[in-house]
Each structure stands twice: as structure tokens, then as C-alpha cells.
């Protein structure tokens, strides 16, 4: 498809499990954002990238929370040791270069820690 | 940083017009200032977006103040599908343009 795709679209997973969530961005879009989103609560902004590299990884909350781009293309975002708290809905958008641009976001993955 | 204060809740009738109010009083002159709707259980759609001038697409027009310090969203004639929370963002090319959410409007539209 055209749009920014998210893999799995669930996730289940047991406290202090590594998580992997997938983000395929649409083709040629350069920037990439990483956001969590609480239930009843705006998302919020973990980390941008251009291109291959972080430009912004200010939102992260911890050195659990980490995610790579390679290829400047698909996104990994990774999480260690996961807690009950880390429960949400992960977004990812891409969007082309520049602030005129519009963003495309992909349904999420939610995420549930037991 | 949301930068952005707009009210939680609004209502409207069906096929009435609604005004979306946004405030953004520390807006800089090279901030784009960008709208967009998340539906329930979706993930957020873009809208609309304007730097200076009004806006209009399929979707809805934005009117921008002429100092910039707000802007409202209109939508024409609402539907049931319009019913979602509604983002205002400054896009701002200083600070890499991440896209910073505040907790938007809840939009609820009466049949």
C-alpha cells in the first residue's frame, strides 16, 4: 500500500520482555517520528529522524527506549526490560523534508504489558 | 512544548458549521501552523496547514489572524464522520519540525 504501515498491530508482552515495533514509512519521505500515545491523551513525541540518523531522541523517556533507522528507509523502535507503564498506542508518521510538509501517520501499535 | 492552547470539548449539529478556535500567541514568523483530526482508534489524519494566508481544501478552510497569535478551523457543514479530536500544531523549521500535540478539541457532532 501507499501509506505508512505498522507492524504487528498488537502486542502482547510479559513485564521486563524485549519488544521490537515496525515502522514502514511511504517511499521518498525522509523524516520519520516516533509517537506514544495514553489512552485520553494527545501523542506524545519520542524521536525524529532524517534520514538515517536521530536529529531529535529528546522525547525517549529512558535508555530503555531505543530506535534505529539504517537505511533510511524502515524504523525499528526497540524497547528493554519492558514495564506495565510502557502500555500504549506506539505511532509512527513520515512526512517529506520541511515544515510545509504534511505528515502520514500509520495506525499504531498497541502495545499492552502484563 | 505544544505551543498550542485550544478548548477540550466542542459540540455541533449535523450540517451546521463548526469553528475550531486554536491559540498560538508565541508563534515565530517561519512556524507553519498545521491541523489535524484523529478519529477513534485511527491515527491522526492530516487536515489542513497555512503559514500567512487563509486556506481552503476539500477538507475544511483555515483562517489565520493577521498578527498570527490564532486560527481557527472551519468546517463547513459537519458530519457524523467529522466527530474526532482535532489537533493544533505549529510546525516549527527552527526545532527540526516534529510535530508536538497538545490535547486537542473532542469535536462531538449531533444527529
Known amino acids: 500500500g501507499a501509506g505508512v504501515s505498522q507492524t504487528p498491530s498488537n502486542k502482547v508482552t510479559e513485564k521486563g520482555k524485549y519488544v521490537e515495533l515496525r515502522c514502514d514509512p511511504i517511499s521518498g519521505h525522509t523524516a520519520l517520528y516516533w509517537y506514544r500515545q495514553s489512552l485520553g491523551q494527545g501523542p506524545e513525541f519520542l524521536i525524529y529522524f532524517q534520514g538515517t540518523g536521530a536529529a531529535d531522541d529528546s522525547g525517549l523517556p529512558n535508555d530503555r527506549f531505543f530506535a534505529v533507522r539504517p537505511e533510511g528507509s524502515v524504523s525499528t523502535l526497540k524497547i528493554q526490560r519492558t514495564e506495565r507503564g510502557d502500555s500504549a498506542v506506539y505511532l509512527c508518521?513520515?512526512?517529506?523534508?520541511?515544515?510545509?510538509?504534511?505528515?502520514?501517520f500509520g495506525q499504531g501499535t498497541r502495545l499492552t504489558v502484563v | 512544548d505544544a505551543k498550542t492552547t485550544q478548548p477540550n470539548s466542542m459540540e455541533s449539529n449535523e450540517e451546521e458549521p463548526v469553528h475550531l478556535p486554536c491559540n498560538h500567541s508565541?508563534?515565530?514568523?517561519?512556524?507553519?501552523i498545521h491541523w489535524y483530526r484523529q478519529l477513534p482508534s485511527q491515527g491522526p489524519e492530516y487536515v489542513i496547514h497555512g503559514l500567512t494566508s487563509n486556506v481552503n481544501n476539500r477538507m475544511a478552510s483555515l483562517a489565520i489572524a493577521e498578527d498570527r497569535k490564532s486560527s481557527t478551523l472551519i468546517l463547513h457543514r459537519a458530519t457524523l464522520r467529522d466527530a474526532a479530536v482535532y489537533y493544533c500544531?505549529?510546525?516549527?523549521?527552527?526545532?527540526?519540525?516534529?510535530?508536538?500535540f497538545g490535547t486537542g478539541t473532542s469535536l462531538t457532532v449531533i444527529p
Open positions: 508518521a513520515s512526512s517529506p523534508t520541511g515544515p510545509q510538509g504534511m505528515a502520514f
Open positions: 500544531i505549529l510546525r516549527q523549521p527552527n526545532t527540526g519540525n516534529q510535530f508536538y
Open positions: 508565541t508563534i515565530s514568523g517561519t512556524d507553519y
